[in-house]
């Protein structure tokens, strides 16, 4: 196995990845391990007791983080007459219809999140293939698809993330950078845990959620008491 740099054994080996943390200590010890030059990305992991092969047991959605993401994000938006312009407007930096589909099918795929309106479901249909494996597929259930285009643009530019519980029921979010306080990343934390609480669907058996992770991007994952999250949060 390759050797870690004396950077991460100083920084990241010490920590123990077998013990249980409050929430707000793991996100302290993530930020006192960061031993980058870049501004790392936060991650929360939530494995949960779905059985993502059944429909009754998919989750999907969109949570708006009230600290935001850190993140630059690229939006491309497929729309028509008037709401090219309202899209143009509220920050999309990318904009268009048919010639936009065909740029994609090219190999295009400078963006993280693609909106839509109604109309233009005809056009980004073609596209499941590329867009579905990659979470990006616009879909009602996550507001991704709406006429209230402007809006919702200005929402994930400014924090706005998707959700999915992936194979094996685990469900993965950003809720920010390692720059944040603890506070800016607790709040994020807890404000995606409850969506993910409030997400829970009609054919879940069992435990819904069985733990939760917190890690960075090259950092450790360490494991989160769940009695820790504040009760607010897990109503």
């Known amino acids: 196995m390759p ?12 920590l ?30 939530i494995c949960t007791g779905l059985d993502v092969r059944h429909a009754d047991q998919q989750i999907r959605g969109a949570v708006s983080l009230p600290q935001g993401t850190g993140k630059t994000v690229r939006v491309l938006v497929f729309a028509s007459g008037e709401k090219i312009n309202e899209a143009e407007q509220a920050g999309a930096d990318i904009v268009g219809g048919d010639e936009l589909g065909e740029k994609i099918k ?22 499941g293939r590329i867009l579905g494996p990659r979470g990006l597929m616009p879909n009602p259930k996550t507001g991704t698809v709406t006429n209230d285009i402007g809006r919702t643009v200005e929402e ?27 506070d800016q990343l607790a709040e994020n934390f807890e404000t995606f845990y409850s969506a993910i609480l409030r997400a829970k669907p ?20 360490l494991r989160i008491d ?3 999250i504040p009760a607010e949060s897990a109503a």
């Open 156 to 182: 994930y530019k400014s924090g706005k993330v998707n959700y999915r519980a992936e194979s094996g029921g685990v469900v993965h979010g950003l809720i920010g950078k390692l720059s944040f306080s603890v």
């Open 16 to 45: 123990d990845r077998k013990q249980i943390y409050d929430y707000k200590q793991a996100l302290e010890l993530l930020k006192s391990a960061n031993y980058t030059k870049f501004d790392q990305t936060v991650d929360i992991a």
């Open 226 to 228: 769940m009695k820790s």
């Open 202 to 221: 009609t054919g879940s058996k069992g435990i819904y959620i069985k733990k939760v992770y917190v890690s960075s991007t090259m950092g450790p994952g």
């Open 3 to 14: 050797k870690h740099g004396k950077n991460y054994r100083a920084k990241v080996e010490p």
């Open 106 to 127: 090219g190999g295009f795929m400078d963006f993280e999140v693609v909106l839509a309106t109604p109309d233009m479901m005809r056009v980004v249909g073609g596209l």
